[in-house]
């Protein structure tokens, strides 16, 4: 069963965390604690792969005072879009924030729920990290001389492209595409890298 579920997640491409969505070894999961819910150990629909970091942070827990912790991103939103939102700023030097905003199609509860879920595995730094990382990136790519010569407007263009790029190959509320759209929206990324 374990091989055959390593296969199927390697054949499927199915090993981006529904907790975080990040792309990192994994491990198996149960999504609902086999503690609790020893029925369904050995239900397949109940093992997804998950990161070594939210596993470690999900361990057993699942409810705390009858409220959920934790939610399957992939799943139970799907179809749920633009609660995900990132802040750049770039002045005095360049920064990240996530946060979240209560989108229409969610319930006050499935929204508690979420907030609970992005706070106990520190979606909001980690995000931030990673979000950091790619600007670094960008900021060195965008700012070589052959980059630089083509303006702003080819940049922002650019941007604007890989926005969609990233779109096309990530799940729904995905922090990097969130981040792509971000930078895309404005002339502010540009102008930091013609600054």
Not at 76 to 84: D, I, K, M, P, T
Not at 89 to 94: E, Q, R, S
Request: with cysteine.
């Amino acid at each position: 069963l374990w091989n055959g579920l390593s296969d199927h997640f390697e054949q499927s491409g199915e090993s981006t965390c529904p907790y975080c969505n990040f792309v990192e070894q994994w491990e198996h999961d149960h999504y609902l604690p086999r503690a609790r819910f020893p029925e369904f150990t050995l239900y397949p629909n109940n093992l997804i792969p998950i990161c070594k970091h939210c596993n470690g942070k999900k361990l057993a827990h699942y409810q705390r005072n009858g409220i959920r912790l934790f939610q399957h991103l992939f799943t139970e939103l799907n179809g749920v879009v633009g609660f995900l939102r990132v802040e750049v700023t770039y002045d005095p030097k360049l920064a990240v924030e996530y946060s979240l905003v209560h989108p229409a199609g969610l319930t006050a509860q499935q929204f508690a729920v979420l907030e609970l879920h992005f706070e106990q595995l520190d979606l909001a730094d980690r995000y931030a990290r990673q979000a950091s990382t790619v600007l670094a990136k960008l900021v060195r790519q965008f700012r070589t001389p052959t980059s630089l010569a083509l303006g702003r407007n080819a940049l922002r263009k650019r941007l604007r492209q890989m926005a969609s790029d990233r779109e096309a190959s990530t799940p729904p509320n995905h922090w990097e595409t969130v981040l792509m759209h971000e930078i895309a929206a404005t002339a502010d990324f540009a102008d930091h890298i013609f600054d």
